[in-house]
Protein backbone atom coordinates (compact mmCIF):
# COMPACT_ATOMS: atom_id res chain seq x y z
CA UNK A 1 0.00 0.00 0.00
CA UNK A 2 1.43 3.53 -1.13
CA UNK A 3 2.37 5.88 1.99
CA UNK A 4 -0.03 8.71 1.81
CA UNK A 5 2.12 10.87 4.20
CA UNK A 6 6.12 11.20 3.38
CA UNK A 7 8.33 12.88 5.78
CA UNK A 8 12.26 13.82 4.79
CA UNK A 9 14.88 15.42 6.47
CA UNK A 10 17.90 17.19 6.15
CA UNK A 11 19.60 19.97 7.83
CA UNK A 12 17.12 20.28 10.59
CA UNK A 13 14.16 20.24 9.11
CA UNK A 14 11.52 17.82 8.61
CA UNK A 15 9.29 18.19 5.46
CA UNK A 16 6.03 16.27 5.82
CA UNK A 17 4.47 15.75 2.47
CA UNK A 18 0.27 14.67 2.18
CA UNK A 19 0.66 11.96 -0.58
CA UNK A 20 -2.58 11.79 -1.95
CA UNK A 21 -2.13 14.11 -4.95
CA UNK A 22 -5.00 12.24 -7.41
CA UNK A 23 -7.71 12.93 -4.84
CA UNK A 24 -6.37 16.46 -3.96
CA UNK A 25 -4.57 14.70 -0.51
CA UNK A 26 -8.36 14.11 0.59
CA UNK A 27 -7.69 12.88 4.60
CA UNK A 28 -9.26 9.34 4.56
CA UNK A 29 -8.48 6.62 6.47
CA UNK A 30 -5.17 5.67 6.24
CA UNK A 31 -3.85 9.19 5.97
CA UNK A 32 -5.13 9.82 8.81
CA UNK A 33 -2.84 6.74 10.33
CA UNK A 34 0.17 8.10 8.36
CA UNK A 35 0.03 11.50 9.97
CA UNK A 36 -0.31 10.43 13.32
CA UNK A 37 2.75 7.61 12.61
CA UNK A 38 4.67 11.04 10.99
CA UNK A 39 3.88 13.76 13.58
CA UNK A 40 5.65 10.88 16.34
CA UNK A 41 8.61 10.90 13.82
CA UNK A 42 9.00 14.27 13.64
CA UNK A 43 8.54 14.70 17.68
CA UNK A 44 10.64 12.33 18.72
CA UNK A 45 13.59 13.28 16.07
CA UNK A 46 15.88 15.57 18.29
CA UNK A 47 17.74 16.34 14.93
CA UNK A 48 14.26 17.86 13.42
CA UNK A 49 14.26 21.73 14.92
CA UNK A 50 11.39 22.84 12.41
CA UNK A 51 9.01 21.55 10.09
CA UNK A 52 7.58 22.27 6.80
CA UNK A 53 3.50 20.55 6.70
CA UNK A 54 2.80 20.73 2.60
CA UNK A 55 0.64 18.49 -0.01
CA UNK A 56 2.00 16.82 -3.01
CA UNK A 57 0.42 18.13 -6.61
CA UNK A 58 -1.86 20.96 -6.82
CA UNK A 59 -3.84 20.79 -3.50
CA UNK A 60 -2.47 21.42 0.09
CA UNK A 61 -5.35 19.12 1.81
CA UNK A 62 -9.03 18.78 0.08
CA UNK A 63 -10.93 18.01 2.89
CA UNK A 64 -12.21 14.75 4.71
CA UNK A 65 -12.81 11.84 2.02
CA UNK A 66 -16.33 11.47 2.43
CA UNK A 67 -16.31 8.83 -0.22
CA UNK A 68 -14.18 6.68 1.86
CA UNK A 69 -16.22 6.81 4.99
CA UNK A 70 -18.30 4.37 5.65
CA UNK A 71 -21.93 4.67 5.51
CA UNK A 72 -23.46 2.41 8.28
CA UNK A 73 -21.38 2.86 11.13
CA UNK A 74 -23.20 3.54 14.11
CA UNK A 75 -23.12 6.98 16.23
CA UNK A 76 -20.76 6.14 18.56
CA UNK A 77 -18.63 4.38 16.17
CA UNK A 78 -18.65 8.02 14.22
CA UNK A 79 -18.01 9.59 17.31
CA UNK A 80 -14.44 7.41 18.24
CA UNK A 81 -13.10 8.23 14.64
CA UNK A 82 -13.60 11.62 15.12
CA UNK A 83 -12.23 11.42 19.10
CA UNK A 84 -8.77 9.56 17.27
CA UNK A 85 -8.50 12.10 15.08
CA UNK A 86 -8.16 14.67 17.83
CA UNK A 87 -5.60 12.95 19.71
CA UNK A 88 -2.90 13.33 16.94
CA UNK A 89 -4.21 16.67 16.03
CA UNK A 90 -3.23 17.77 19.44
CA UNK A 91 0.23 16.65 19.20
CA UNK A 92 0.40 18.28 15.85
CA UNK A 93 -1.04 21.91 17.62
CA UNK A 94 1.12 21.49 21.00
CA UNK A 95 4.38 19.86 19.06
CA UNK A 96 6.74 21.65 20.91
CA UNK A 97 8.97 22.52 17.48
CA UNK A 98 7.74 25.73 14.77
CA UNK A 99 5.28 24.29 12.13
CA UNK A 100 5.17 25.85 8.94
CA UNK A 101 2.35 24.88 6.41
CA UNK A 102 2.54 25.94 3.12
CA UNK A 103 -0.28 25.74 1.22
CA UNK A 104 -1.09 25.90 -2.66
CA UNK A 105 -4.42 25.01 -4.24
CA UNK A 106 -7.58 24.55 -2.02
CA UNK A 107 -7.32 23.76 2.04
CA UNK A 108 -10.89 23.13 2.35
CA UNK A 109 -12.58 21.95 5.60
CA UNK A 110 -10.37 19.85 7.41
CA UNK A 111 -7.35 20.60 5.11
CA UNK A 112 -8.18 24.51 6.43
CA UNK A 113 -7.85 23.46 10.04
CA UNK A 114 -4.71 21.52 9.44
CA UNK A 115 -3.02 23.75 7.91
CA UNK A 116 -4.43 26.63 10.87
CA UNK A 117 -2.45 24.19 13.52
CA UNK A 118 0.54 25.37 12.08
CA UNK A 119 2.31 28.39 13.35
CA UNK A 120 3.07 30.13 10.68
CA UNK A 121 0.95 29.24 7.06
CA UNK A 122 2.94 30.28 3.78
CA UNK A 123 0.39 30.49 1.13
CA UNK A 124 0.83 30.19 -2.66
CA UNK A 125 -1.20 33.41 -4.54
CA UNK A 126 -3.20 30.67 -6.61
CA UNK A 127 -4.20 29.38 -2.75
CA UNK A 128 -7.94 29.37 -1.61
CA UNK A 129 -9.53 28.65 2.16
CA UNK A 130 -12.97 27.63 3.30
CA UNK A 131 -14.61 26.19 5.93
CA UNK A 132 -16.01 23.85 4.06
CA UNK A 133 -18.38 21.40 6.57
CA UNK A 134 -21.71 23.27 6.09
CA UNK A 135 -21.68 22.49 2.30
CA UNK A 136 -22.37 19.15 3.30
CA UNK A 137 -24.77 20.06 6.23
CA UNK A 138 -21.56 18.99 8.97
CA UNK A 139 -19.88 21.09 11.49
CA UNK A 140 -16.25 22.08 11.99
CA UNK A 141 -14.31 19.24 13.20
CA UNK A 142 -10.25 18.43 13.41
CA UNK A 143 -9.93 21.19 15.77
CA UNK A 144 -11.92 24.22 14.18
CA UNK A 145 -14.21 25.50 16.19
CA UNK A 146 -10.96 25.95 18.62
CA UNK A 147 -8.68 27.53 16.16
CA UNK A 148 -11.18 29.47 13.99
CA UNK A 149 -12.15 32.14 16.98
CA UNK A 150 -8.91 31.94 18.32
CA UNK A 151 -7.33 32.87 15.20
CA UNK A 152 -10.49 35.03 13.35
CA UNK A 153 -11.93 36.34 16.60
CA UNK A 154 -15.53 34.94 17.36
CA UNK A 155 -17.81 36.65 14.87
CA UNK A 156 -15.71 36.49 11.58
CA UNK A 157 -15.20 32.61 12.71
CA UNK A 158 -18.78 32.22 12.66
CA UNK A 159 -19.18 34.34 8.89
CA UNK A 160 -16.49 31.64 7.54
CA UNK A 161 -18.65 28.75 8.68
CA UNK A 162 -21.75 29.67 8.68
CA UNK A 163 -20.95 31.42 5.05
CA UNK A 164 -18.78 28.48 4.16
CA UNK A 165 -17.03 31.07 1.06
CA UNK A 166 -14.02 30.73 -0.23
CA UNK A 167 -11.45 32.89 0.28
CA UNK A 168 -8.21 33.93 -1.57
CA UNK A 169 -4.67 33.78 -0.23
CA UNK A 170 -4.53 37.46 0.11
CA UNK A 171 -7.68 37.67 1.44
CA UNK A 172 -7.05 34.99 4.10
CA UNK A 173 -3.36 37.11 5.02
CA UNK A 174 -5.78 40.00 5.46
CA UNK A 175 -7.62 37.80 8.43
CA UNK A 176 -4.63 36.73 9.59
CA UNK A 177 -4.72 33.24 8.33
CA UNK A 178 -1.97 33.86 6.46
CA UNK A 179 1.69 34.74 7.78
CA UNK A 180 2.69 35.55 4.08
CA UNK A 181 1.41 35.41 0.14
CA UNK A 182 4.24 34.03 -2.09
CA UNK A 183 4.46 33.37 -6.22
CA UNK A 184 3.38 29.49 -6.15
CA UNK A 185 6.96 28.78 -7.74
CA UNK A 186 8.53 30.07 -4.43
CA UNK A 187 6.45 28.52 -2.20
CA UNK A 188 8.78 25.66 -0.66
CA UNK A 189 12.26 27.61 -0.84
CA UNK A 190 10.36 30.42 0.86
CA UNK A 191 8.82 27.68 3.39
CA UNK A 192 11.95 26.19 3.87
CA UNK A 193 13.99 29.48 4.91
CA UNK A 194 11.73 29.79 6.78
CA UNK A 195 12.24 26.58 8.74
CA UNK A 196 16.04 26.94 8.41
CA UNK A 197 15.51 30.24 10.58
CA UNK A 198 15.06 28.44 13.43
CA UNK A 199 17.47 25.76 13.30
CA UNK A 200 20.20 27.62 14.75
CA UNK A 201 17.74 28.73 17.58
CA UNK A 202 16.52 27.22 21.49
CA UNK A 203 14.34 24.40 20.41
CA UNK A 204 13.14 23.95 23.86
CA UNK A 205 12.77 27.62 24.51
CA UNK A 206 10.44 27.64 21.46
CA UNK A 207 9.08 24.47 22.46
CA UNK A 208 8.05 25.83 25.90
CA UNK A 209 7.06 29.62 24.33
CA UNK A 210 4.86 28.28 21.79
CA UNK A 211 3.14 25.37 25.12
CA UNK A 212 2.69 28.62 27.19
CA UNK A 213 1.01 30.69 24.90
CA UNK A 214 -1.43 28.03 23.40
CA UNK A 215 -2.82 28.00 26.71
CA UNK A 216 -3.04 31.90 26.95
CA UNK A 217 -6.89 31.99 25.84
CA UNK A 218 -8.53 29.58 28.23
CA UNK A 219 -6.31 30.71 31.55
CA UNK A 220 -5.87 33.41 33.55
CA UNK A 221 -2.90 36.16 34.14
CA UNK A 222 -1.61 34.21 37.36
CA UNK A 223 -1.53 30.52 35.66
CA UNK A 224 0.05 32.13 32.78
CA UNK A 225 3.05 33.76 35.27
CA UNK A 226 3.64 30.68 37.51
CA UNK A 227 4.23 28.58 33.86
CA UNK A 228 6.31 31.73 32.85
CA UNK A 229 8.16 31.01 35.93
CA UNK A 230 8.62 27.01 35.98
CA UNK A 231 9.78 27.37 32.00
CA UNK A 232 12.06 30.47 32.60
CA UNK A 233 13.66 28.39 35.15
CA UNK A 234 13.93 25.39 32.99
CA UNK A 235 15.68 27.39 30.05
CA UNK A 236 17.94 28.97 32.44
CA UNK A 237 19.02 25.33 32.89
CA UNK A 238 19.71 24.43 29.25
CA UNK A 239 23.07 24.23 27.38
CA UNK A 240 21.73 26.50 24.79
CA UNK A 241 21.65 29.52 27.02
CA UNK A 242 24.69 28.90 28.91
CA UNK A 243 26.54 29.24 25.33
CA UNK A 244 24.55 32.05 24.66
CA UNK A 245 25.77 33.54 27.63
CA UNK A 246 29.03 33.04 27.16
CA UNK A 247 28.98 34.55 23.13
CA UNK A 248 27.18 37.81 24.82
CA UNK A 249 30.12 37.94 27.78
CA UNK A 250 32.79 37.78 24.92
CA UNK A 251 31.11 40.20 22.66
CA UNK A 252 30.75 37.15 19.96
CA UNK A 253 27.74 37.13 17.17
CA UNK A 254 24.70 35.28 18.62
CA UNK A 255 23.89 31.86 17.74
CA UNK A 256 20.35 33.04 16.28
CA UNK A 257 19.82 35.90 14.48
CA UNK A 258 16.32 36.47 12.44
CA UNK A 259 17.31 37.71 9.50
CA UNK A 260 20.28 34.82 9.22
CA UNK A 261 18.83 31.64 6.90
Known amino acids: MEQQVLVESSGGVATVTLNRPTRRNALGMQMRDDLAKAIAIVRDDEDVKAVILTGAGSSFCSGGDLL???DSEPGMVRRERVRRLHRWFSELVNLEKPVIAAVRGAAFGAGLNLALAADFVIASSDATFSAAFGRLGLIPDLGGMYLLPRILGLQRAK??????????ATEARELGMVYRVVPADDLMPQARLLAE???HASTAAIGMAKSIMNQAFHLDAHAMAEFEAFAQAAARETSYHREAISRFAEKKPPMFGWDEP
Do not use: C, H, I, Y
Request: no cysteine.
Open 197 to 199: RFT
Open 159 to 168: ELVFSTRVLS
Open 68 to 70: GMP
